[in-house]
Nanobody, 129 residues
Framework: QVQLVESGGGLVQAGGSLRLSCAAS??????MGWFRQAPGKEREFVGIISVGSITWSGKSTYYADSVKGRFTISTDNAKNTVYLQMNSLKPEDTAVYYCAARKSGDYALTFDPSMYDYWGQGTQVTVSS
């Protein structure tokens, strides 16, 4: 059974750091992404990383402009866990953060949440001032 389990959310002061984890199991994936959703807002793309050797125009990661330079996506050596390292956090980063994955074989780069096949339950990140 495919399962994505997020962890690492919590309360942090502005300027601080937090690392989210997403443990994946059940099958292989072409890519894994992070999204976030604040109350009353649409789900927003945060970042994506390819799984395995595929790249998009020579790159294996992409980030939303709002987090570029502050957030970093990485995977462990076994490619079964994806991390979101969040630095220089701002109050506007407050949201529920979701891990998502695309099926193996679906290689196109996409920031559209409707194109992702599997989702975790989300983890709350709250940034206070």
């Amino acid at each position: 059974q495919v399962q994505l389990v997020e962890s690492g959310g919590g309360l942090v002061q502005a300027g601080g750091s937090l690392r989210l984890s997403c443990a994946a199991s059940g099958r292989t994936f072409s890519s894994m992404g992070w999204f976030r959703q604040a109350p009353g807002k649409e789900r927003e793309f945060v970042g994506i990383i390819s799984v395995g050797s595929i790249t998009w125009s020579g790159k294996s990661t992409y980030y939303a402009d709002s987090v570029k330079g502050r957030f970093t996506i990485s995977t462990d050596n076994a490619k079964n866990t994806v991390y979101l390292q969040m630095n220089s956090l701002k109050p506007e980063d407050t949201a529920v953060y979701y891990c998502a994955a695309r099926k193996s074989g679906d290689y196109a780069l996409t920031f559209d949440p409707s194109m992702y096949d599997y989702w975790g339950q989300g983890t709350q990140v709250t940034v206070s001032s």
